[in-house]
């Protein structure tokens, strides 16, 4: 089915503009066909739909598979360090009983009523300084851990959270797109902080607690790496240690860019802290401190810890080969200049600025599926028009951001790695994960615009 459409252009030259969006269309229809109908694999249904996609798209043949071959390479690069260290941080967290120990205490401390906002209020926090990728990995334990102790629906405990970790990754600085924003509209990160956290917490809100209520129908059984047999409580390792360890990359990330903040740009420091602060390092670091803590400490041999490390990295290759899967065929949009004609396109509808780098950076995102390539290529877009209007840079930044969240779906890495981890079927992500960052993006944008109205009457 998906193949007929490659007749609709020709392979030797561009595909006109307003074939852009239809083979687009076409393509992500044939995702869902493979994986949803043919129970095809997904990474191989990827590579089956990239590759004719790029070449209606108007590549050449040899420019395709590169394309395949640099989204492959740079996703896995930006992710995998991350994924397999936070994978094996992940499994010893649960092992040692520390994940039970932390549920234990916040349920004690809150209730299993509010444990919800218990996890969303944790996932605000952690993910302040903390990248998504890393951010989801350390949290997965914590949230299986509860949902098997008190058996509750994983999908209504965990989106919470979830969604708290993706909103200030597309809204807040020190995140790589918003902080890019910034420094593209130049405006003021303090500025652009605050606002977001005006905007964030209400959409965290609207898309976490209040719309999982209507989640608990959904049956979810977790990646199994991370369900541990419970331990004996006077075997689990204590309260401090099992936070300190299990937190660690938020402590450290955090320590390191409050240095980065305090000191000189241009101290001598300054390569150490960067270096410090790369997503790698952090894990990396993390997970050898709780190899020990974790451990050794608590009576472990050094075989079975590398043992429980290397099932934790057979249980995440398949989810890193769905999201290099997914970084191919946005790779392959990107070098088609896929991106650039659909934002030309948009460009001179008329609308508000604000709501015009929304819907840019939307478009985009749900084309590409790169928060982050959506928000560069939506503020290159909106750049001169900056220039000539009276719009807000700060909340230009945080309407881009929002738009940049808008339906995450196949192209998007962070769609398989929750469907992956959580063990759901399409359906159900799309109504969950997806519907998720929906809601997150509309209600971003809609508190934009409230304090675009606001803020000139506040003086």
Request: net charge positive; aromatic share 8%; charged share 5%.
């Amino acid at each position: 089915m998906f193949f007929s459409f490659l007749s609709l252009t020709s392979f030797s030259h561009p595909a006109l503009p307003h074939m852009t969006l239809l083979i687009i269309l076409l393509a992500v229809l044939a995702l869902i066909v493979l994986i949803s109908w043919g129970k095809v694999n997904a990474f191989l249904a990827f590579l089956l739909v990239t590759i004719p996609a790029g070449l209606a798209l108007g590549l050449a043949p040899a420019r395709v598979m590169a394309a395949v071959q640099q989204g492959l390479g740079d996703t896995l690069g930006s992710v995998a360090l991350v994924v397999v260290l936070g994978a094996m941080l992940g499994k010893l967290v649960a092992d040692s009983g520390a994940a039970q120990q932390i549920a234990a205490t916040l349920i004690k401390a809150f209730g299993t009523r509010h444990i919800q906002w218990t996890l969303m209020v944790t996932g605000f926090i952690v993910g302040i300084p903390l990248f998504y990728n890393v951010g989801f990995l350390l949290m997965m334990p914590l949230i299986f851990s509860v949902v098997y102790q008190y058996r509750l629906p994983a999908v209504y405990v965990g989106l919470p959270m979830l969604a708290a970790l993706s909103v200030l990754h597309g809204f807040l600085p020190p995140h790589p797109s918003p902080t890019a924003l910034v420094v593209q509209f130049h405006a003021d990160m303090g500025r652009t902080f605050l606002y977001g956290l005006l905007v964030a917490v209400p959409a965290i809100i609207i898309a976490g607690p209040l719309y999982t209520r209507t989640l608990k129908g959904i049956v979810s059984q977790p990646l199994a790496t991370f369900v541990a047999e419970p331990v004996p409580t006077e075997a689990l390792p204590g309260r401090v240690n099992s936070f300190v360890s299990s937190l660690l990359p938020v402590l450290v990330l955090g320590v390191v860019l409050g240095l980065r903040a305090a000191l000189p740009p241009g101290g001598p420091l300054a390569p150490a802290l960067n270096f410090l602060a790369d997503p790698g390092v952090v894990m990396l670091l993390s997970l050898v401190v709780a190899t020990f803590s974790l451990g050794t400490s608590l009576g472990k041999s050094r075989a079975a810890i590398m043992e429980a490390y290397a099932a934790a990295v057979r249980d995440v290759a398949p989810i890193l080969l769905i999201i290099g899967g997914a970084g191919a065929l946005k790779e392959v949009l990107v070098a088609s200049g896929a991106s650039s004609q659909i934002a030309a396109g948009l460009s001179h509808t008329g609308l508000p600025p604000l709501v015009l780098g929304w819907l840019i950076a939307g478009i985009i995102r749900v084309c590409l599926g790169s928060a982050t390539v959506a928000g560069l290529t939506a503020a290159g877009i909106m750049l001169p028009t900056m220039a000539h209007s009276p719009a807000n840079p700060n909340l230009m930044v945080l309407a881009i951001g929002a738009g940049s969240l808008l339906f995450s779906h196949f192209n998007d890495g962070g769609f398989w790695l929750f469907k992956e981890y959580f063990n759901l079927s399409i359906k159900d992500t799309l109504r969950s994960w997806s519907a998720m960052e929906t809601i997150v993006s509309v209600v971003g944008l809609l508190g934009v615009l409230l304090l675009d109205w606001a803020l000139p009457l506040l003086g």
